[in-house]
């Protein structure tokens, strides 16, 4: 029991309801044994030193075991490795990481990115797109982004001066220290890091975070104070080690992420907000790629996480992997509610066509138009000679028009060299320059959203050859529900007789709270595999039901048992097992007739067999509910 225990969490999380419904029926054991007073309390110790050993001892040191094989087997790299933090994705073979050396310290011009130190943290991302029409200020879109792109890398650069040229072999060596202040330039758009006093587009409470300027010059609220982690004044940066929070210098928030997703207009990216709580745990964040040519490297390699901290990981990974599957804008889900009664099936299968659920889990890994490096920075910085910024007057409740933008950015062109120390350049985002690369950075809706509408609605008489429509027999689902409410009764039934002080012949007894005993504890199983999900958020599919439909199942075979045998006690002697026997071969031709009246579903239905609610259909006879989409 305890070798099956850890497979059947070792396949999928949802074992770990088996794990309490073994614990509870062994708790039931214990207590029954305790009770039994002609044994030793020592008798008892022994009983439960023995299920604590084989029950829970024995199962952890197997399901860790398999984690092991997993984790030396799964060793190369692949889409998800940024879900994992980046001294994980070292040990990966193929992983940019893997044997990788880095600028082991960081200096301002470096070419970084910057990886969020939560447990599955993605990249800090930019990207051409802006944020729509009442969303805050309709500027550049930052968002966090778990997949390695060219959008995620940025220029770090003092305050108060453009980044110095890394290629450069006479560059001199300016390290970014605990306490600067900073610049955070997005490297194919050229606009920085910017927050300032709009909500959020997610989390309202919170402050919005836009890439803001043009050619690396935006205003006051791009300035942000870098802070190590337990850092002393002085320190300087070191990649990958080091975690790292910035702090706003005016708004006086951090630079987070909130787990919440965006809608499409935001590719459903990570939303990053600036939170006004400097304790927010999702405001650390550390440099993985550090590009500086004159600074020594050092080899991620010797940094490496051993099994236990990787298991550990992997584990927190997929907690919170599993807890953020929600359901995508317009994406197929069904209900709990929904599947002891056979509501409605789940397309398994259509042909060519994906399904909802594979065009959930791909899109995670997917973003069109990734961009291109961006050109070498260039120089000629304004306010180069302040000692200390000044307060943004930036207007951004309002919207300006293109015209607006236009001209706004000749003007500060003009009046650069006349400006006074940090006094403000106010370049908003020129919305129809960037248009056409808006659509062709990330999410271009030509060909997925597309896909996407047609895996989503499949037609069954369309595209592919054939399809799979996966849906419960309704024969014995419909069954099992009856015979689960004639246990109901059973039990009621039962205990009224108990309560009058009923008595009945010791044999039918002795088979009654059998019968009861047996049924209650596969309903509690069924219990156990049922409830839990309507309390669950994250999206639910039809085949989630399945666990729990073993055991209800189960229990229809028992009643049916108790049942027959019930009727056959009820007739004569000679024809007993007749009339047992004949019951038991109904049941069996019942439910192997509706398996091969309902096979098309399963075996895959042709195009030529059309469409189930078409009274001409091969399939017509076997659409008994509207809901069912076959």
């Excluded at 409830?531 to 209800?552: D, Q, V």
Aim: glycine letters at 8%.
């Amino acid at each position: 029991t305890g070798a099956m225990l850890a497979g059947a969490i070792s396949v999928k999380f949802v074992g770990l309801f088996v794990v309490l419904f073994v614990g509870i029926f062994t708790i039931g054991q214990l207590w029954d044994i305790m009770g039994d007073m002609s044994k030793p309390l020592w008798y008892t110790f022994k009983h439960f030193m023995a299920r604590a050993l084989c029950l829970i001892a024995l199962p952890i040191a197997i399901y860790i075991f398999i984690f092991y094989i997993h984790l030396s087997v799964l060793s190369k790299t692949g889409n998800g490795d940024g879900f994992y933090s980046s001294l994980f994705q070292t040990t990966l073979e193929g992983n940019k990481l893997q044997n990788a050396t880095v600028a082991g310290e960081l200096a301002y011009g470096a070419h970084i990115t910057l990886k969020n130190h939560k447990t599955g943290g993605a990249y800090l991302h930019s990207h051409h797109a802006l944020y729509p029409e009442g969303f805050g200020a309709k500027q550049q879109q930052v968002t966090t982004y778990a997949h390695k792109d060219t959008n995620n890398v940025f220029v770090i650069k003092r305050w108060n001066k453009e980044a110095p040229n890394i290629t450069d072999p006479d560059v001199e060596i300016d390290y970014v220290r605990h306490g600067d202040l900073v610049r955070l330039e997005h490297v194919v758009t050229r606009r920085n890091i910017h927050s300032h006093n709009q909500p959020s587009p997610v989390m309202k409470r919170l402050f919005q975070v836009t890439g803001y300027g043009e050619n690396g010059t935006g205003d006051a609220n791009d300035v942000f104070r870098l802070e190590i982690v337990d850092g002393k004044e002085g320190d300087v940066v070191k990649a990958v080690v080091h975690r790292i929070k910035f702090h706003h210098y005016f708004m006086k928030c951090v630079l987070t992420t909130t787990g919440k997703q965006l809608p499409k207009w935001g590719f459903e990216q990570g939303e990053v907000a600036c939170n006004p709580t400097l304790r927010d745990p999702n405001s650390m964040w550390n440099v993985e790629d550090n590009t500086f040519p004159k600074i020594a490297n050092i080899s991620l390699s010797d940094l490496a996480p051993g099994f236990v901290s990787k298991f550990i990981e992997s584990h927190r990974v997929m907690l919170q992997g599993n807890a953020g599957l929600k359901p995508k804008e317009g994406e197929w889900t069904s209900k709990p509610w929904e599947w002891p009664v056979n509501y409605k099936g789940q397309w398994f299968s259509a042909g060519k066509m994906k399904s909802s659920t594979a065009s959930s889990e791909s899109d995670e890994f997917e973003e069109e138009g990734s961009g291109e490096e961006g050109e070498a920075l260039k120089d000629a910085a304004a306010n180069k000679n302040a000692t200390k910024p000044v307060e943004s007057t930036e207007n951004t409740a309002q919207v300006k028009d293109e015209s607006d933008e236009e001209a706004k950015v000749e003007e500060n062109k003009e009046e650069k060299e006349s400006i006074e120390a940090a006094t403000e350049s106010k370049v908003d985002v020129d919305d129809s320059k960037k248009e056409g690369d808006e659509k062709k950075d990330d999410g271009s809706p030509s060909s997925s959203s597309v896909s996407d509408e047609k895996a989503k609605n499949p037609d069954p008489g369309t595209e592919g050859d054939h399809k799979v429509y996966l849906l419960g027999n309704p024969v014995i689902w419909w069954g099992n529900i009856i015979l689960m409410l004639a246990f109901g009764c059973t039990v009621a039934w039962y205990n009224f007789k108990v309560q009058r002080g009923y008595q009945e012949p010791a044999h039918k007894a002795e088979m009654r709270e059998t019968t009861v005993v047996a049924t209650s504890w596969l309903f509690l199983g069924w219990a156990l595999h049922y409830i839990p999900f309507y309390t669950m958020g994250r999206i639910l599919y039809f085949h989630h039901y399945f666990p729990a439909l073993f055991f209800s199942s189960s229990l229809s075979a028992v009643i049916l048992d108790y049942f027959f045998a019930e009727i056959a006690a009820a007739v004569p002697r000679r024809i007993k097992h007749t009339v047992f026997n004949t019951l038991v071969g109904i049941v069996l031709v019942v439910s192997v007739y509706s398996f091969v009246l309902f096979s098309p579903l399963a075996y895959g239905m042709y195009v030529e067999d059309g469409v189930g609610r078409d009274p001409n259909s091969t399939l017509h006879k076997i659409f008994w509910l509207d809901s069912w989409e076959f």
